[in-house]
Protein backbone atom coordinates (compact mmCIF):
# COMPACT_ATOMS: atom_id res chain seq x y z
CA UNK A 1 0.00 0.00 0.00
CA UNK A 2 1.42 3.25 -0.93
CA UNK A 3 1.37 6.14 1.56
CA UNK A 4 2.34 9.45 0.79
CA UNK A 5 3.36 11.74 3.75
CA UNK A 6 3.66 15.40 3.32
CA UNK A 7 5.63 18.18 5.50
CA UNK A 8 6.87 21.46 4.88
CA UNK A 9 3.80 23.57 5.01
CA UNK A 10 3.43 26.60 7.59
CA UNK A 11 2.75 30.36 7.66
CA UNK A 12 5.33 33.03 5.77
CA UNK A 13 5.12 36.40 4.66
CA UNK A 14 4.47 37.97 1.00
CA UNK A 15 7.30 37.77 -1.09
CA UNK A 16 8.82 34.38 1.18
CA UNK A 17 9.76 31.16 0.28
CA UNK A 18 8.92 27.55 1.65
CA UNK A 19 9.52 24.34 0.51
CA UNK A 20 7.17 20.88 0.60
CA UNK A 21 8.50 17.65 0.43
CA UNK A 22 6.11 14.33 0.12
CA UNK A 23 7.74 10.68 0.82
CA UNK A 24 6.24 7.76 -0.66
CA UNK A 25 6.42 5.09 1.32
CA UNK A 26 7.19 2.36 1.45
CA UNK A 27 9.97 2.61 -1.43
CA UNK A 28 9.50 0.30 -3.72
CA UNK A 29 12.17 1.33 -5.83
CA UNK A 30 9.40 2.21 -8.46
CA UNK A 31 8.67 5.67 -10.07
CA UNK A 32 5.45 7.18 -10.05
CA UNK A 33 4.18 10.03 -11.68
CA UNK A 34 3.61 12.51 -9.31
CA UNK A 35 2.04 16.46 -9.00
CA UNK A 36 1.17 18.72 -6.80
CA UNK A 37 -2.52 19.94 -6.19
CA UNK A 38 -3.96 22.51 -3.97
CA UNK A 39 -7.49 23.77 -2.26
CA UNK A 40 -8.13 26.89 -1.25
CA UNK A 41 -11.37 27.55 1.21
CA UNK A 42 -14.48 27.51 -0.74
CA UNK A 43 -12.75 26.37 -4.20
CA UNK A 44 -12.18 23.43 -6.17
CA UNK A 45 -8.95 21.55 -5.67
CA UNK A 46 -6.38 22.82 -8.73
CA UNK A 47 -3.62 21.49 -10.35
CA UNK A 48 0.18 22.86 -9.11
CA UNK A 49 2.49 21.10 -10.67
CA UNK A 50 3.53 17.81 -11.99
CA UNK A 51 6.23 15.33 -13.20
CA UNK A 52 5.85 11.93 -15.36
CA UNK A 53 7.08 8.73 -14.08
CA UNK A 54 9.69 8.44 -16.79
CA UNK A 55 11.34 11.56 -18.21
CA UNK A 56 11.82 14.93 -16.69
CA UNK A 57 9.69 17.13 -17.99
CA UNK A 58 7.57 18.99 -15.50
CA UNK A 59 4.10 20.95 -15.84
CA UNK A 60 2.78 23.99 -13.94
CA UNK A 61 -0.39 25.35 -13.57
CA UNK A 62 -0.77 29.34 -15.13
CA UNK A 63 -0.61 31.62 -12.16
CA UNK A 64 2.83 29.52 -10.94
CA UNK A 65 4.59 32.08 -13.65
CA UNK A 66 7.94 30.91 -12.60
CA UNK A 67 7.87 31.14 -9.05
CA UNK A 68 7.63 27.42 -8.10
CA UNK A 69 9.72 24.43 -9.00
CA UNK A 70 8.99 20.87 -8.65
CA UNK A 71 11.78 18.14 -8.09
CA UNK A 72 12.57 14.43 -7.24
CA UNK A 73 15.02 12.43 -5.43
CA UNK A 74 14.52 8.65 -6.32
CA UNK A 75 16.48 7.68 -4.27
CA UNK A 76 14.55 9.23 -1.31
CA UNK A 77 12.03 8.36 -2.85
CA UNK A 78 10.67 11.86 -2.35
CA UNK A 79 8.75 14.70 -4.05
CA UNK A 80 9.56 18.43 -3.39
CA UNK A 81 8.07 21.68 -4.29
CA UNK A 82 9.89 24.53 -3.87
CA UNK A 83 7.86 27.76 -3.67
CA UNK A 84 9.28 31.33 -3.96
CA UNK A 85 7.71 34.80 -4.26
CA UNK A 86 5.01 33.40 -2.15
CA UNK A 87 1.68 36.06 -2.45
CA UNK A 88 -1.58 35.53 -0.39
CA UNK A 89 -3.62 33.95 -3.06
CA UNK A 90 -1.47 30.76 -2.61
CA UNK A 91 -2.46 30.33 0.70
CA UNK A 92 -4.23 26.96 0.42
CA UNK A 93 -3.98 23.35 1.44
CA UNK A 94 -1.45 21.73 -0.65
CA UNK A 95 -1.74 17.77 -1.63
CA UNK A 96 1.20 15.54 -3.44
CA UNK A 97 -0.35 12.45 -5.56
CA UNK A 98 1.29 10.06 -7.32
CA UNK A 99 0.38 7.24 -9.78
CA UNK A 100 2.32 4.03 -11.05
CA UNK A 101 1.55 5.04 -14.48
CA UNK A 102 3.32 7.26 -17.00
CA UNK A 103 0.60 10.64 -16.76
CA UNK A 104 1.70 13.68 -19.18
CA UNK A 105 -2.07 14.73 -18.70
CA UNK A 106 -1.99 15.21 -15.41
CA UNK A 107 -5.71 16.08 -13.47
CA UNK A 108 -7.17 14.87 -10.54
CA UNK A 109 -8.37 11.64 -11.23
CA UNK A 110 -5.45 10.05 -12.98
CA UNK A 111 -3.66 10.35 -9.14
CA UNK A 112 -4.38 7.29 -7.28
CA UNK A 113 -3.08 7.80 -4.07
CA UNK A 114 -2.80 11.04 -2.13
CA UNK A 115 -0.79 12.57 0.94
CA UNK A 116 -2.41 14.54 3.72
CA UNK A 117 -2.88 17.97 3.41
CA UNK A 118 -0.11 20.63 4.46
CA UNK A 119 -0.99 23.93 5.38
CA UNK A 120 0.32 27.23 3.70
CA UNK A 121 -0.67 30.09 4.38
CA UNK A 122 1.08 32.75 3.23
CA UNK A 123 0.08 36.85 5.25
CA UNK A 124 -0.36 39.80 3.40
Known amino acids: QVQLVQSGGGLVQAGGSLRLSCVNSPRTGSTYSMAWFRQAPGKEREFVSA????????QYGDFVKGRFTISRDITKATLYLQMDSLKPEDTAVYYCAADPQQILFPKISTYAYWGQGTQVTVSS
Open 51 to 58: IPRIGLST
